[in-house]
């Protein structure tokens, strides 16, 4: 996988350290290769040194990354240093002048911590040394191999020859594109497919943008004014859906207003899929195409179906169900939101739906749809606010109903169950543990507990996978799962990046707004 950091501000070239007591340091007499790229010392503004017969790194932005590591530098934290799992290419710092044979440096002052542990600069015999108002590491065998997985050896003719764990097959670039900020500090739209960029840039436009040329960009699509909000465009997103760029928006008020969906076609051309229906929910399964009228005031016989594209659409589904809705009855009334989960396997559609028929004692539940027969049968028993198919088997959470005062209301942080494709009794998973979002990947379940303040866990496993991370997004794309944790976590880690045997493959410690993952590059967007 490749990894393209996204920004719109300069990037530091290092971090400030405190320090006081000076040592004696050398440029490297010696060649010096990592990953089969040679460093250039004699011209370098932040050569690698010599302290104590070891040699030293230094930690500057891209020597870093090209490195498969991260540093970042905070008043509150001091320096963090973590393996990352992805290496960026070479990157020099040149100088006007040749470097001299030796030079003085300083011991680095303040905390660091490396792979999230602290480590004691005053009592490391190899510490920690700041030159050239940039903190340096030493190619210990404790860090070089235990901490950061490295191999090196010396040669007499060839002399330092480093390969780091991640190897050349995993480099990584930085790119700037002008996505827009929003007039409340959010950023616009993004998403990336297998050939091009997609953002949201100034003015309500959309544009295109090659992946080997970014510059190149073109716009594709001109989003309308909110009519709610004066002068501001309307909120889009952008999502890539088996290999297409989508665009979504909204206008209008919450009842009377209009869904749109674009297809943002390669050629700059658009197609609005929104299939006659002011609000929907549409999919496409191979040939067949399947649409939930979401409309309000809901209303029955909202599924429909067809075979191919030309083809006019039928109702699907039994009459009195409600489909596509988390629905609830409290006393009286009753009330509820809209549900995208869709799936289809062989001739069924699955969906959350509610028996209107039962009221006022109807629940929401997963159902099985035949879009031969139109044969609808409820899953299991057990109330549904969502679900996710993997393998052979459906994941869920339940809701229940809790008081907020005088109201009562529905809360859809509930328990996690998983019940067969086939139907049956659920099992529950997390026990007496509360969950408010989860994913599964290969059968592996990953769940954010309310009771451990939100932190991510591996069902069956006691600790968090990211211990004091407070998960803000979770999703599986392209058969990996993409964690975001809040920029105010105390853990280091920020995203993550996890593969199906569970291995995380990329971590960063800069914050992150938005992760995309199409055709084995991996794309995120800094939180600046």
Known sequence: MAVAMLAGFMLPHGYPAAASRTVTVTIPAFPLTVNEVAVENSDSQYPWIVYQDITYAPMTYYDCRFLGLESVWSADRGLEIVRSGVHWDYHKYPSHTKNRASYTARLAEGEIRVNGRPIDNGKE???????????????????????????????????????TAEGRETAAGQ?????????????????????????????????????????????????????????DYVLASLKTEAGKSMLYYHTGGATMGSDYRIWLRDDGSCQELNYGFSYAYAREFGEFTVVINQGVPPGGYNLYIRQSAGEDFREAGAPGYLYGWRWTYLGNSAGGSRSDDLDMIGDDIYLLACDRRREPGATTGIYRVNIKTDQTVRVCETPASDFII?????????????????????????????????????????????????????GQVYYVSLEHDDQLFRLGERDPINPGGIVKSLEIQQ???????DRASTASCKMMIVNKKGQILFQTIEPVLMVRIDSGKVVFVKDE
């Open 125 to 163: 015999p190899y510490p920690f040394l700041v030159f050239r108002d940039i903190t340096y590491f030493p190619l210990t065998w404790r860090f070089a191999v235990d901490e950061f997985g490295w191999t090196y050896a010396f040669d007499p003719s060839q002399g330092l020859l480093i390969k």
């Open 479 to 485: 058969d990996y799962l993409v964690a975001i944790f």
């Open 390 to 442: 993997d393998g052979d088997f459906i994941y869920f959470k339940d809701y229940y109903l809790e008081k907020n005062g005088d109201a009562t209301e529905w809360s859809e942080n509930g328990y996690l169950y998983r019940v067969p494709v086939a139907g049956g009794k659920a099992e529950k998973l997390t026990g007496t543990i509360r969950v408010s979002d989860y994913a599964v990947l290969d």
């Open 175 to 231: 790119i700037t594109l002008p996505i827009v900020t929003r007039a409340h500090g959010e950023k616009g739209a993004f998403t990336v497919t297998n050939r091009f960029y997609y953002y949201e840039g100034a003015e309500g436009k959309i544009y295109q943008a090659p992946l080997d040329d970014p510059s190149s960009a073109r716009a594709v699509y001109q989003l309308p004014l909110n009519d709610m909000a004066g002068a």
